[in-house]
């Protein structure tokens, strides 16, 4: 069991920039690969970028070159940095922590952190 919590949501302008902070907790956050999905008003959810347990990256289109993932296993913390924000950039953002485990598949989600970017 993990229990994840979002932190760092809030309104910003269009070109500005937040830091996106997830907590982990509850087992052992090394063996998880971890993720930041976003679903905006209306709108299914959609990947944002995910970090596996050896650090490799991956981003969704939408937000390559400007978004960066990381992860602290000391801290059992992931990080998303978000710059050059876009309007389109508002949705809710979940952290997700997920493992493949004895032929299983475990996942588990955040009660999501709003981010607004709006003039």
């Known amino acids: 069991q993990v229990q994840l919590v979002e932190s760092g949501g809030g309104l910003v302008q269009p070109g500005g920039s937040l830091r996106l902070s997830c907590a982990a907790s509850?087992?052992?956050?090394?063996?998880?690969?971890m993720g930041w999905y976003r679903q905006a008003l209306g709108k299914q959810r959609e990947l944002v970028a995910t970090?596996?347990?050896?650090?490799?990256?991956n981003y969704g289109d939408s937000v390559k070159g400007r978004f960066t993932i990381s992860r602290d296993n000391a801290k059992n913390m992931v990080y998303l940095q978000m710059s050059s924000l876009k309007p389109e950039d508002t949705a809710v953002y979940y952290c997700?922590?997920?493992?493949?485990?004895?032929?299983?598949?475990?996942?588990?989600w955040g009660q999501g952190t709003q981010v607004t970017v709006s003039s």
């Open positions: 997700k922590a997920e493992r493949l485990y004895s032929g299983r598949y475990y996942y588990y």
């Open positions: 970090i596996s347990t050896g650090s490799t990256t």
């Open positions: 509850g087992s052992i956050f090394t063996t998880y690969h």
